[in-house]
């Protein structure tokens, strides 16, 4: 199967920050996603981004499918955007989603 | 999007003890997938569920252990078998199949005391 890698583990910010998180494939994926965890457990989906760039709000992704990374911007960081942020893919002919092991964000007043 | 809703949202159960986790889709699906989140890690997939055929499990789960029904297309359950500390877990379900988009429930948060 696919591996999934995220960068960086861990990352603190003051709030206002502006910050990029970083995912990498091993190899082509069919349904890259981005989600956000929040303290209840509950995955919220943010971004469907098999290629290309996508905006909502202060968030963005961009997906360069033929190097096989993803990237996520979070913008005028606010508290409330703490949390694990992961992304996942399937592929290698697999149809579950691989997940990286995800970047925790903690943002301080 | 789809909506998926999974029951109980949390548990504490007695080690030895048998949990089964509802998963509703609020729409056919053909696939619907379990997967396990232990405490600080990613999430595992641990199996995943067609409707009318038997599950197809991932290295590292069995069967006896979880047991997994898809008796139609909006409904699937997972039972985690003979419960011990090391169960406890996030169990979350959900739907999607390459290339769309998946969607999860809520999750279920176990702790097996």
């Known amino acids: 199967g696919i591996q999934v890698e995220q960068s960086p583990p861990d990352l603190i910010l003051q709030e206002g920050a502006n910050s990029t998180l970083r995912c990498n494939f091993s190899?082509?994926?069919?349904?890259l996603q981005w989600f956000h965890q929040n303290p209840w457990g509950q995955l919220i989906n943010l971004f469907y981004?098999?290629?290309g760039t996508k905006q909502n709000g202060r968030l963005s992704a961009t997906t360069v499918a033929t190097e096989r990374y993803s990237l996520l911007y979070i913008s005028s960081s606010q508290t409330t955007d703490s949390g694990v942020y992961f992304c996942?893919?399937?592929?290698?002919?697999?149809?579950?989603?691989?997940f990286g092991k995800g970047t925790h964000l903690i943002i301080q007043p | 999007s789809a909506v998926i809703s999974q029951k109980p949202s949390r548990d504490i159960c007695q080690r030895g003890t048998s949990l089964t986790i509802q998963c509703q889709v609020d729409?056919?699906?053909?696939?619907m997938f379990w997967y396990r989140q232990q405490p600080g890690q990613s999430l595992t997939l641990i199996a995943t569920?067609?409707?009318?055929?038997?599950?197809?499990?991932e290295s590292g789960f069995v069967i006896d252990k979880f047991p997994i029904s898809r008796p139609n297309l909006t409904f699937s359950t997972l039972t985690v078998s003979n419960m011990s500390p090391e169960d406890s877990s996030i169990y979350l379900c959900?739907?999607?199949?390459?290339?769309?988009?998946?969607?999860f429930g809520q999750g279920t948060r176990l702790t097996v005391v």
């Open positions: 981004i098999p290629s």
């Open positions: 959900s739907q999607g199949t390459s290339p769309t988009e998946a969607f």
């Open positions: 569920a067609n409707q009318g055929s038997e599950a197809t499990y």
């Open positions: 190899d082509s994926v069919n349904n």
């Open positions: 729409s056919q699906v053909t696939m």
């Open positions: 996942a893919g399937s592929g290698g002919g697999a149809d579950g989603l691989t």
